[in-house]
């Protein structure tokens, strides 16, 4: 009987260990892929967020010089840009891009609106409604590209104004 035990005992060891060691391969593959798959998205993510400081500068100068018509349409065409990349987009970025769209919309509607106005007292009050649409706007690209150093955790580039040298009294 003793030799029955003894055979019992090393299956049932062999049974354990054949687990054990399926566990443990199951367990670092288990790993290794969230390991990939966190590498994988970090360098969609960063690529992303250059593409997004790209995107944002180039509005930027859009912006500063074309009509809010030819606004809306460079934000058109980026569209695609924008919602394949969305998932590896700063938050906040993502609602900033859309904002700027909105207000763009707004800026033309309120183009459109002065265009078609006669009273020359109404018109002021659209042009400062205009002014103030298209400050937030760029108010709204630089949060935008604040988010973006935040989510790749950099400081902005700042530029240091010179100081005015005294004079040689010689």
């Known amino acids: 009987?003793?030799?029955?035990?003894?055979?019992?005992?090393?299956?049932?060891?062999?049974?354990?260990?054949?687990?054990?060691?399926?566990?443990?391969?199951?367990?670092?593959?288990?790993?290794v892929r969230r390991v990939r798959r966190e590498e994988i998205m970090a360098q969609k993510q960063i690529q992303a967020n250059a593409q997004a400081f790209n995107h944002i500068t180039d509005l930027t100068s859009v912006m500063g010089q074309n009509t809010p018509e030819q606004v809306l349409n460079w934000i058109g065409q980026n569209q695609k840009w924008f919602l394949d990349t969305r998932l590896f987009l700063p938050r906040n970025f993502a609602e900033k891009w859309l904002a700027i769209g909105k207000y763009c919309q707004r800026?033309?509607?309120?183009?459109?609106?002065?265009?078609?106005?006669?009273?020359?007292?109404?018109?002021?009050?659209?042009?400062?409604?205009?002014?103030?649409?298209?400050?937030?706007?760029?108010?709204?690209?630089?949060?935008?590209?604040?988010?973006?150093?935040?989510?790749?955790?950099?400081?902005?580039?700042?530029?240091?104004?010179?100081?005015?040298?005294?004079?040689?009294q010689t």
Do not use: H
């Not at 800026?107 to 002065?114: A, F, I």
């Not at 205009?130 to 530029?159: F, G, H, K, Q, V």
């Open 107 to 168: 800026l033309v509607r309120l183009n459109t609106k002065l265009k078609e106005m006669t009273d020359e007292m109404r018109k002021g009050g659209i042009i400062d409604e205009m002014r103030e649409c298209e400050s937030y706007c760029t108010s709204l690209a630089d949060e935008a590209l604040d988010e973006i150093y935040r989510d790749m955790n950099i400081a902005p580039i700042a530029t240091q104004e010179p100081q005015d040298q005294p004079e040689d």
């Open 1 to 31: 009987m003793p030799t029955i035990y003894m055979l019992i005992g090393m299956l049932i060891g062999a049974l354990l260990v054949t687990a054990g060691g399926f566990l443990a391969i199951w367990y670092q593959a288990k790993n």
